[in-house]
Every structure is written in structure tokens, then in C-alpha cells.
């Protein structure tokens, strides 16, 4: 869903090798791919604080949730001529949550999407981006939106909400 009836563009381009892909809806040829990051336990913990595995019905739910608040994207990334999804992000007025699959973490891709989807709220006009909750356990997730220029903003239950004055 645009943000207030923007229109969300089909493709935010980051450079020769990766891209973000509007997410299209339920039908997306990349769930059953996404589904997979999600059936991994540390990814899971890294993002929800648990290590219950997604299912079909709570990952559609999530993307429902997300793109009913923001703008919904694939991470893709070209692998043997074709752009691959490697994973997801949104951009919400109070939230940026990203997953990347656990084979293409700590390549510098979550910090370039970060700095892209920072471009794209500027066009939006939006003064500011941030994060509701990284878990103070969640030093790489830390570390990136650090290096993007965020720096923490309250403390949650678990952790921290992380901003970036635009």
C-alpha cells in the first residue's frame, strides 16, 4: 500500500546486482522462497525475539500487516542473470524492519538497503525514519543500522528503537 496514496514504485534500483521489488500481493512468486528464511530459528529470534517458525498463514498475515502500514519489498539480488529474493523490508512512518536469508548477511547489503529505503522517505518527504525495536542481542541488525547513521532512540522492553533524522 502507497504511503499516503503515493505510488510505490515497482522497483527501487541500488545498484548492478541488487534491487527492491514491489511486493505483489499474496500471489508473489517470492513467499515460498521467503517462507524459507522464515522456517530458520535464528532468524526468526534475530526478528521476532522467539524461535517459532513462520508458517504460510502467519508470513501472509505479516506481509498483509506490512503492506497495509507501508511500502512492501523483496531484497533481490542477480544471481545467474535473474534478480533472486534474498529477502524483505518495509518502509513504515514507524518501523523499518528487514530479513535477509542468512547466506547473503554481513555482505553490506542490509546497510545499502537501509540507505535506499532512506532515499525513498526523503522523496516522500519524511523527516525522519526509524526502527520500533532492534533486541539488544541483535548486534548485527545493531551494527548495520548504525552504520547507516541511525543511533538509539528509547528504550523497549527488549531493546531499543533506532532513528535517522533525515
Known sequence: MPIELIPQPQYIPIDDMLRLRCFKGK??????????WYSDKLTVLMSEGNIRPYTLPR??????????RGELYFI???????FCPIGD????????????????????????????????ARAL?????????????NIPSIKCFVSAGFCPEEKTSRGHSYALKL
Not at 508470513?59 to 497495509?68: A, I, Q
Not at 533481490?76 to 535473474?82: P, Y
Not at 524492519?97 to 547473503?104: N, R
Open 27 to 36: 500471489d508473489d512468486p517470492a513467499i515460498p522462497t521467503a517462507l524459507s
Open 59 to 68: 508470513l501472509n498475515n505479516m506481509y498483509e500487516y506490512l503492506g497495509g
Open 76 to 82: 533481490e539480488r542477480l544471481c545467474g542473470g535473474e
Open 89 to 120: 523490508t518495509a518502509l513504515c512512518r514507524d518501523d523499518l524492519p528487514i530479513v535477509i536469508a542468512k547466506e547473503y548477511r554481513a555482505m553490506g547489503i542490509g546497510r545499502r538497503v537501509i540507505l535506499a529505503l532512506c532515499e525513498r
Open 125 to 137: 518527504g519524511m523527516d525522519r525514519v526509524r526502527t520500533a525495536e532492534i533486541f539488544d542481542f
